[in-house]
């Protein structure tokens, strides 16, 4: 079970998850600087182009907002960046005008490293909220960070963003592009505190194809809503949410356009990326057990049948109903009804996979529970609800709630 994925063009290359090797023109590393608690633990990443690159950006709809999301945002407006700086372990998000300053500083002393100007560094933070940043652990940190820079960095630097993850997030796809053979990579972070209010994580996308910014960013807004706009696990927005695509132009004779031919192929590539890491991020849920697709089908519109999805995606009494392999479809009415959408409870079916457990809003005849059961006793499944009153439809990927959830997010802190 999948969210509805760009469809695969003919002339893309199967994805090859953890790939070693960027796009042409980019660097990558990580390494431990102290950040973390645990010894050892990588917790500094830097993303370095040798050309500028055009970049676009969404960033956290949070009213919180982390001083690297507000340093970069600005930034991000300019359409042009050359590298990347990323601390995991803490979140420099509510930590006054002083964690504004660190975060030009950590744009400024990596800018120095690598002789660019500062406004072409960006900056991004994950971790701990309301700590001051270690500042002098990571001014020792960046001349080693820069010197290790290599094509064959992104796992490094991809390790070096995770916090709760389990496991680092990475994607490398390829397409043909009039004889130029193009590169795009994405990593991501995110487990737990993932609620779409844009695209809710860590993600970073990298391509040497020739883009403009202003179409970078018409991509980005298209290809998040059907991708990591449409992901939850927790029902929680991040301070520090960020997703950043950056195009160097490096393998490309020309720019592509969206009118251009060309274009659809490498379209369908990057969204196959965004595809892929979001469904990484729901299956590296903390302490999941179940990766469910809430699929609303039948709607008046496509926004009233995205926010019952939605509704019911984040209710706690279906989410532990899931952990406990409970086929109890009375949570899934009631979520629907507090959702405040208007809708017809007695035309309401809702399956089970393809075992149909309600029809006409009530119990359906010869629904068995060992049935129902053996559908939630699967790792992944759908819950589909039809509401019989239109067309329009809407899926979101979701998780139970575990009482690992719970456990990790009591101790968080320790």
């Known amino acids: 079970m999948t969210p509805a994925p760009a469809a695969a063009g ?38 370095y182009s040798q050309a500028p690159a055009t970049v676009a950006g969404l960033f956290t709809t ?31 998000a509510c930590t006054g005008e002083q964690g504004l300053q ?137 301070t520090n949410d960020m997703l950043l695509l950056m195009a160097n132009g490096e393998a490309s004779k020309r720019a592509l356009h969206a009118q251009d031919r060309r274009f659809r192929p490498f379209q369908e590539a990057l969204f196959k990326v965004m595809d892929h890491l979001a469904l990484a991020i729901v299956r590296d849920g903390e ?10 089908r039948g709607g008046k519109n496509s926004r009233a049948a995205e926010r019952l999805a939605f509704r019911v995606a984040h209710s706690p009494l279906v989410k532990t109903a899931f952990f406990g392999q409970d086929p109890n479809w009375g949570r899934i009415m009631a979520a629907m009804g507090a959702a405040g959408i208007a809708f017809d409870p007695r035309k309401v079916s809702i399956f089970f996979d393809d075992i149909m457990v309600v029809e006409h809003g009530v119990h359906a005849p010869g629904a068995g529970e060992a049935q129902q059961r053996r559908v939630l ?25 575990s009482t690992d959830y719970v456990r990790i997010n009591a101790s968080y802190r320790t």
Do not use: W, Y
Not at 378 to 383: D, G, I, S, W, Y
């Open 287 to 296: 302490g999941r057990t179940k990766v469910v697709k809430i699929c609303v």
């Open 10 to 47: 003919r002339n893309t290359k199967s994805a090859v998850e953890g790939s070693r090797l960027g796009p042409k023109g980019f660097q990558a590393a990580g390494i431990a600087c102290g950040i973390k608690a645990t010894e050892g633990a990588k917790d500094l990443a830097l993303i």
């Open 377 to 401: 006793q699967q790792e992944e499944f759908t819950v589909t609800i039809d509401l019989h009153a239109g067309s329009a439809e809407a899926s979101i990927l979701t998780t139970d709630l």
């Open 102 to 238: 660190d975060a030009e500083a950590m744009a400024h002393l990596t800018a120095g490293a690598l002789h660019l100007p500062p406004q072409h560094v960006l900056v991004s933070s994950t971790g701990v909220i309301g700590h001051p940043l270690p500042m002098e652990r990571i001014e020792q940190g960046i001349p080693s960070l820069v010197a290790r820079l290599s094509p064959l960095g992104f796992p490094d630097a991809a390790e070096a963003i995770m916090t709760t993850d389990t496991r680092p997030k990475i994607i490398t796809e390829k397409v043909a592009v009039d004889g130029d053979e193009i590169t795009i990579l994405g990593m991501a972070k995110g487990a737990g505190m993932i609620r779409p209010q844009l695209a809710t994580m860590l993600a970073f996308l990298l391509t040497d194809a020739q883009i403009e910014a202003k179409v970078l960013a018409d991509l980005l807004h298209e290809g998040a809503r059907s991708t990591f706009h449409r992901i939850t696990i927790d029902g929680d927005t991040s």
């Open 62 to 92: 949070n009213r919180v907002k982390a001083a690297p999301v507000l340093a970069t945002r600005r930034k991000v407006r300019r359409g042009i960046c050359q590298a990347l700086i990323v601390n995991s372990g803490n979140a420099n």
